[in-house]
């Protein structure tokens, strides 16, 4: 669904950035987002100076070619824009970590980035979903590890179905280690029994997908 641009983000829009109104406009912007973009520059994990060096980037790169990116999401975004903004900025943080080590080395290089993120997020919510709890032990289940193995992929693809909303979600919530309440702060957009609903759905959806592929023993 098309969402109308918060009343901040149309006001830096709408005058332009070299005025004084646009310093302002600018300024305001800042102030009202910096909580939430250091959060993101956090998730990185470094010290205080590698923090402050991905926010400064974030900002710069928002603030760029007359602000680029944030007139995108104005012309064509669609749902939240504290849900966008969480996406753009975690993907500034990786291009400043890039530009400061160079892209990782490998095989697969392209998909080294958030290899290991998405590894922990399945694991983390295997764990919530019961479902690294397989049937008998391993002395009983001579091929134990194949068979955790090929569930860890099955979740994979049925955390690759969720819209980039709802992986957001499961990010902040099992690989960020947010409170619910945290979320709903950061976030904006809901009560912390709103995020309590949707993290059950979600959670839902998960283990009606990995019963839909015959996962039934593993799942409580």
């Known amino acids: 669904m098309r969402e109308s641009p918060p009343a901040l983000l149309s006001t830096l829009l709408s005058v332009s950035a070299e005025t004084a109104d646009g310093e302002r406009a600018w300024g305001g912007f800042v102030e009202e987002s910096s909580a939430f973009l250091l959060h993101v520059a956090r998730t990185l994990g ?22 680029r990116r944030l007139r995108q999401y104005a012309s064509d975004g669609r749902g939240r824009f504290t849900t966008w903004l969480m996406v753009v900025a975690r993907r500034l943080c990786l291009d400043e ?3 400061r080590y160079g892209r990782p080395q ?11 993120e998405r590894r922990r997020l399945i694991n983390l ?28 992929a099955l979740l994979e693809v049925a955390l690759a179905r969720l819209d980039a909303g709802d992986r957001l979600l499961l990010r902040m919530r099992f690989v960020d280690d947010l409170s619910v309440p945290q979320i709903a702060r950061l976030l904006g957009d809901g009560s912390a029994f709103h995020y309590y609903r949707r993290l059950e759905k979600i959670l ?14 593993s799942v409580p």
């Open 46 to 67: 470094g010290d205080h100076d590698a923090v402050m060096d991905r926010y400064v980037f974030i900002l710069e790169a928002l603030r760029r070619d007359d602000y």
């Open 97 to 99: 970590y890039r530009q």
């Open 106 to 116: 490998g095989d697969d290089a392209s998909s080294a980035d958030g290899w290991v």
């Open 125 to 152: 919510v295997g764990e919530e979903l019961g479902s690294t709890e397989l049937a008998g032990s391993a002395e009983a289940v001579p091929d134990v590890a194949l068979q955790r193995s090929e569930l860890a």
């Open 204 to 217: 839902g959806r998960l283990r009606d997908s990995l019963q839909a592929v015959g996962v039934e023993d």
